[in-house]
Structures are given as C-alpha cells and as structure tokens.
C-alpha cells in the first residue's frame, strides 16, 4: 500500500494488515511519521513528535508480532495528549510551567497501551492545563482545524482531536473534564468517548477538577474507540477513585440495529442558543436512529440543565486553584527569580501560567476563600447533586440520551478570544456529563457549509456498551465518519 492509503486506514484495519504480515509496523509508523512531516505545518497538532521512540517502538512490535502475538493495537501508532505523562518524553501541559518538565514514571493508561503494543508518534497540544474550549489557550501556539485551518479544533484535546482527523496518528489519547474529548471530536468529526467517572485510572493525568477529570480515546470510528477504551479501562490502585468493576469486552456491543432500545432527547438541549443547521442534524440524526429500530422520547427533561455552566466554573476553578498551588517554583518546572521567597512565588505564578489559567485559579480561590464558601462552593456541590438526580430518574425510562455535542459548527480563530463566556457556552452540551460522572461519546453527525457537526450520546454510569452499541448503529447506516478533509 502507498503511505498515503495506509495512514488513511482505522485502527482495526491496520492491525489486521500488521498481523497478517502485509504492512510491518515500521513501515506504517514511518507513513505517519511522513504525513506528521507533510501537514503538520499547517494542523500544528504536536507539541513534541518522538519520531526515533516511534519507530523503536515499532521494530519492537514488529518483532512481537513475528513471534505470532496478536493484539487490536500492537503496533499501531497513536498520539497522546500532553497533559498525560510519559517517561523519558517532556510533558509540558502546554504550558510555559512545564515547559522542560520530563516525567520520571508513566501514567497507568501508558503502562496499559505499552503492554498493548503503543508506537507513540508525539504529544498532542492543548490547552494550557486543559482549560479552554478552543486549543487557543496553549502557551506555545494555537491547533487548526483540519476542515477548515482558520477555525478552532475545539478544546482542550484540540491537538489529538486534529491529529486524527489529519491522519498523523491512527487514534489518539484526551482528557476530559468538561467536554474536552466530546467537543473536539465534533468539531473535527472524529468519535470521542468520555467514559464514565472512575473507569479509566487517572494516575499519571496532570490534575485540573479531580473530581471532573477523566482520559479516554479519540479515534476515526466507533470500532477503534472501542478497542482503545477496553485497553485502557480497568481498576488500578494508585487511583483512589478508580473503580474495582470488570472491564467488558465493548467490540461485542457493536451491533447494526437498535431494536428494544429506548432513546430520550432531553428538551432543555434543544433550547435557544443552538445554530439552526446543528438543530436540523440532529434531528435527520434522530429519524435515522428511529429508523434503525429506537424508540425516540422526546418528554424527557433534565429541568437543573441550565445551572449546570454555573455549577462548573465554581466547581472547576476550585479543584484547579487547589491543584495548581503545587506550581511554586521550588520543586520542579519553571521558577522565576525574587529577592524574597515569597517574591520568587509571586512571580513564578505570574510568568509561569497564562491568562486563562490565572482567570480560573483566581475564580477557584475566591469560591473558596472564607465567607463566600458557603454561597459559591458548597451550593454549587448541591446543584451537582441535583443534576445527577435528575440525570437517575431519566435512565429509568431510557437507555441513553441524544444531543448535539456543541451548540454551533466550529468558529473562526480568534472570534471568542475576548469573550471567556462565550468560550465557556461552547460546552454546555457536555459539561453536565461530567458533573454527573456519566459516559458521553460523540459521532460524526454530518457538516454545515463543510464543517463538522457531532452528535452526542450520553449514558448512564458504566453503560459505554450502550453508547457504543448506538453510536455504531448510527454510524454504519450513515457516511459521515468516511469523508476526510482536504489538507
């Protein structure tokens, strides 16, 4: 095959080349490693490529695959967002903090997806911190779209969503706090799943909102998301809030027809605020998954939706003021000089973190601070509790939820870079996901004047099966997952 055909394949496709012999491993890495080369230039999806780790990686899966070991991934090359931390390869958040900052161990879905065989072609940019709806909050430079590079990947796995629409990678890892895999896959018409809170171990995730944070796979179709989440997922005992429940294996989910499944469409997701386009998608979206045997419940209603932005920009900013405070300028990562220690601290902070990230530890610390705890935090916790309530009494009548992932087709560089809270609305489809600490996947859902539309499935705790099995559904009666951009 020509590297152009070969980094155009899926996952499964690939490993099925690879074990029957077809492709080598390195053959495949050094065709990513080509495109990387030919696009990156325009996408800017790598913070730092590994090519040399890659393509050692590589002969070291081609000589496990010669011994006649067998594996969905082995060998298959994938990047990784770059607040995940990799041994011996820098991790920099994107940020000017940890700008030269090389973890000395690796986090627990590394550990799993060596043992499955990883070729890792780079880190992926984001966000600084992975706060940002846009990928324009790195420290270093912003991601392109690839449909369109003068508009936004989405945030914060903008990079890893952008490398694998581009094909610089066969699948890629994010993190989601509160919509972070969800709205870049939509945005880039790839599929993302945000697993449920606890099924993948966050050991190794550089923290942002403990309690929000999660890492999951973004890949070109529903198969390949499948096959990573099973390699991924599992308990792990670093991880206090890992959950100790066997992994299925999700492959068997994928099944072409949705009869017996019961499908809600929450009003209060189909409000004021969403783009006409996205609103008729959604609803061609909707009489597909009817026609493949759904029951569609459009009286569903989740009535706390919308204090669900609120609930999160003062539950977020306090974890994060909490988890940033480790940023001192002493231990590791960037220190600025001061004639005092406390001098040296200020201006660690000042230098070391930028704008976004300064906006949110200064939300977080007042939210916080004493006389204003009782009014901010501890009703925003009780909110959070009213949502995942409400989000129980709903999946008594239905097996999932649909929704749009975003509100609106991907917008232009720049265009809400004045604006935090028009940033901040981008995500008010997926945000409450992660409040409730439930699953959401997105799936291409069709395009608006050549730009992606995701549709966003939601579940109830640990039941990715279903989601997959209906985003499968979906996605083989539908084309949009085939159609790739013009870079």
């Known amino acids: 095959?020509?590297?152009?055909?070969?980094?155009g394949l899926t996952a499964h496709q690939a490993a099925r080349l690879l074990a029957r012999r077809e492709v080598s491993a390195v053959e495949l890495t050094r065709a990513v490693l080509e495109r990387i080369g030919a696009v990156d230039g325009k996408v800017r999806a790598f913070v730092t490529a590994t090519p040399d780790l890659a393509l050692e990686q590589a002969r070291l899966a081609d000589e496990r695959l010669q011994a006649g070991e067998r594996g969905p991934l082995l060998g298959v090359p994938a990047a990784i967002k770059d607040v995940i931390c990799t041994k011996g390869v820098r991790t920099t958040c994107s940020s000017r903090m940890l700008e030269g900052f090389v973890p000395p161990y690796d986090a627990h879905v590394m550990n799993r997806l060596y043992q499955a065989g990883l070729v890792m072609v780079g880190k992926t940019n984001l966000d600084e911190f992975?706060?940002?709806?846009?990928?324009?909050?790195?420290?270093?430079?912003?991601?392109?779209?690839?449909?369109?590079?003068?508009r936004v990947p989405g945030g914060s796995s903008g990079g890893s969503?952008?490398?694998?629409?581009?094909?610089?990678?066969?699948?890629?890892?994010?993190?989601?706090t509160g919509g972070s895999i969800r709205q870049p896959a939509?945005?880039?018409?790839?599929?993302?799943?945000?697993?449920?809170?606890?099924?993948?171990?966050?050991?190794?995730?550089?923290?942002f909102a403990s309690s929000l944070d999660q890492i999951g796979p973004m890949a070109k179709d529903v198969t390949d998301c499948a096959l990573v989440l099973g390699a991924i997922s599992g308990h792990d005992p670093r991880d206090s809030t890992s959950a100790p429940n066997p992994v299925p294996d999700y492959t068997r989910a994928l099944v072409p027809d949705l009869r017996g499944l019961r499908l809600g469409v929450p009003r209060e997701y189909y409000a004021e605020g969403m783009q006409p386009e996205v609103r008729q998608a959604m609803e061609m979206a909707l009489t597909k998954l009817q026609e493949l045997g759904a029951t569609i419940d459009r009286e569903v209603s989740l009535p706390s939706t919308p204090h669900a932005l609120a609930v999160y920009y003062i539950l977020a900013p306090s974890e994060a003021s909490a988890n940033l405070a480790r940023y001192d300028g002493v231990k590791y990562?960037?220190?600025?000089?001061?004639?005092?220690?406390?001098?040296?601290?200020?201006?660690?902070?000042?230098?070391?973190?930028?704008?976004?990230?300064?906006?949110?530890?200064?939300?977080?610390?007042y939210a916080l601070s004493a006389g204003y705890y009782d009014a901010y935090y501890l009703k925003a916790q009780k909110v959070r509790t009213l949502i995942r309530r409400e989000f129980d009494q709903v999946f008594e009548r239905c097996d999932a939820l649909v929704t749009p992932t975003s509100p609106t087709?991907?917008?232009?560089?720049?265009?809400?870079?004045?604006?935090?809270?028009q940033m901040y609305l981008s995500d008010i489809y997926t945000i409450p996901v992660n409040i409730a600490g439930l699953p959401g996947l997105t799936v291409p859902a069709g395009f608006v004047e050549g730009l992606p539309v995701g549709l966003q499935l939601i579940g109830k705790?640990?039941?990715e099966e279903t989601l997959l099995r209906v985003g499968y559904a979906y996605e083989q009666a539908t084309a949009w997952h085939k159609r790739k951009p013009s870079l």
Request: aromatic share 12%; hydrophobic share 40%; with cysteine.
């Open 409 to 421: 087709v991907p917008f232009r560089l720049g265009e809400k870079a004045e604006s935090p809270l």
């Open 461 to 463: 705790p640990f039941s």
């Open 130 to 150: 992975a706060m940002g709806s846009s990928t324009e909050n790195s420290a270093f430079f912003p991601t392109h779209n690839p449909w369109d590079v003068t």
């Open 161 to 176: 969503a952008a490398a694998v629409a581009a094909d610089e990678c066969l699948y890629a890892l994010g993190s989601d």
């Open 333 to 365: 990562g960037f220190s600025a000089p001061g004639e005092t220690m406390w001098e040296a601290m200020e201006h660690t902070k000042q230098f070391g973190f930028g704008p976004e990230v300064k906006r949110r530890i200064m939300l977080g610390t």
């Open 186 to 207: 939509g945005f880039c018409s790839i599929v993302g799943l945000k697993p449920t809170y606890g099924r993948v171990s966050r050991y190794g995730l550089v923290a």
């Open 1 to 7: 095959m020509k590297p152009r055909e070969l980094v």
